[in-house]
């Protein structure tokens, strides 16, 4: 899971299995598989590199 904050500073573990998609628009909004949306302080890359992180972490132990 990686730790994203939410527009009222709320830190949030988010499963990075279930996003679908996430755009920039100027706001950073995840969309999950199930259709539900999430607007997160987090850009785009950092949750990329967050994601990219979080999964060799998991490779690597």
């Known amino acids: ?5 939410k527009l009222d ?3 949030i573990l ?3 299995d279930y ?3 996430v755009e920039e628009t100027p706001d950073t909004v995840l969309t999950f ?3 539900k949306k999430l607007i ?3 850009s785009r890359m ?3 590199n967050l994601v990219i ?3 060799r972490a998991v490779i690597g132990s």
């Open 46 to 48: 950092d949750i990329k």
């Open 14 to 16: 988010v499963n990075e």
């Open 53 to 55: 992180g979080f999964r």
């Open 1 to 5: 899971m990686i730790e994203l904050t």
């Open 40 to 42: 997160v302080k987090e």
């Open 9 to 11: 500073e709320t830190k």
């Open 33 to 35: 598989e199930n259709g």
């Open 19 to 21: 996003i679908q998609t």
